[in-house]
């Protein structure tokens, strides 16, 4: 199996944020229909759902493909997509409409620098241990 790199760095990295994605959302389901949780998320839900994924398994192929030019270790690369991915976010929340709650700003200095340590340690340990299944590293 040493055949399509590339396909299987993807594969490698659309595998831990769609397992999270699913779990969170199954979650959101049960307190959405049992418990009338009343944030209506389904506007915007399709970013995380569609794009997230698609964008670690691309962010994987291009760390397995700049590997032999730039020394990255996996872990800061992917503490790198955070930085991508939330202005995106942010687009899509603000073409949609969909208000994000003020205290995301008074939370943002202290959610930021947690946020990009857990992308690090998920790149390090999750998405590290699938390239090294598929022999990738």
Not at 20 to 27: E, I, K, Q, R
């Amino acid at each position: 199996m040493t055949q399509h790199h590339y396909l299987r760095a993807y594969m490698a990295g659309i595998t831990v944020p769609t397992v999270f994605l699913l779990a969170v959302m199954t979650g959101y389901t049960l307190l959405r229909l049992i418990y009338h949780f009343p944030v209506p998320v389904e506007r915007v839900i399709v970013f995380p759902m569609a794009v997230v994924p698609n964008a670690w398994g691309l962010w994987n192929v291009v760390f397995l493909a700049s590997r032999r030019r730039l020394q990255l270790s996996i872990g800061l690369h992917g503490a790198l997509l955070p930085i991508l991915l939330a202005p995106l976010g942010i687009l899509l929340a603000s073409l949609l409409n969909f208000q994000i709650p003020n205290f995301a700003a008074h939370v943002f200095p202290v959610g930021a620098p947690i946020g990009l340590l857990l992308y690090y340690f998920a790149w390090k340990y999750l998405v590290g241990f699938l390239n090294r299944v598929l022999d990738l590293a």
